[in-house]
C-alpha cells in the first residue's frame, strides 16, 4: 500500500522553492486537490508545464496573488 502524502509545512512566501509543484501550492494556501488545480487552470494563473508535470515559477506566484490583493479578488 502506497504511504500518505506527508504535507510541507511553508511559515513564509521565502521558505517556497523557486518552482513549485502543484503539492507545493496546496500545501502553501491550505487548500485541497481539487481547489488547487481549479486555481492553477484559472484564467491568467502562471504555470509551466513540462510533459505531464506543472511547475509554478515562484516569482510569477507572487506577482499573481499581489494583483488578486491589488483587486480585491480571491484566490
Known amino acids: 500500500m502506497a504511504k500518505a502524502r506527508e504535507p510541507k509545512v511553508f511559515k513564509s512566501m521565502d521558505d517556497l522553492p523557486l518552482m513549485l509543484t502543484p503539492y507545493d501550492l496546496m500545501d502553501f494556501l491550505g487548500k485541497g486537490q481539487r481547489q488547487t488545480y ?4 484559472s484564467e491568467g494563473f502562471p504555470y509551466v508545464q513540462d510533459g505531464p508535470k506543472i ?3 515562484k516569482w510569477l506566484l ?3 496573488i499581489n494583483e488578486k490583493v491589488r483587486k480585491g479578488e480571491p484566490l
Open 38 to 41: 481549479e486555481l492553477i487552470h
Open 55 to 57: 511547475k509554478i515559477p
Open 62 to 64: 507572487i506577482e499573481f
